[in-house]
């Protein structure tokens, strides 16, 4: 066994069954990478979409803000925060799911 330890079965298997989830967290983390999340705002007269990856792709603003810029900055801005908030709650989603059911007392 590494390091020496001298783990009791049931932690054994709590490591290994861990050790799964964790693999299946790092293989569904990478893939929200490439999903993309689109937030609104005004009516939808203004769009952001962000990756996984927590970038900003694209920033459409429609024809009938041209002339309220002030407005436009707080427009995108709450587009922005909506759509980072999607990707961020997908990836913590995710991360919860990995530990659930694992009886992980006893290991720390």
Not at 14 to 26: F, N, T, W
Not at 50 to 66: A, P, W
């Amino acid at each position: 066994m590494p390091l020496g330890l001298n783990l009791p079965k049931n932690s054994k298997k709590s490591l290994a069954k861990m050790a799964e989830k964790m693999k299946e967290m790092q293989n569904r983390l990478s893939s929200i990478e490439e999903k993309e999340y689109e937030g609104t705002a005004g009516g939808e007269k203004v769009k952001v979409i962000v990756n996984g990856k927590l970038r900003i792709v694209k920033i459409s603003i429609s024809s009938e803000l041209s002339r309220e810029l002030e407005a436009i900055e707080d427009l995108v801005q709450v587009a922005s925060n909506e759509a980072l908030g999607k990707a961020i709650d997908e990836k913590e989603r995710i991360s919860n799911s990995a530990t659930s059911g694992l009886d992980i007392k006893g290991l720390f």
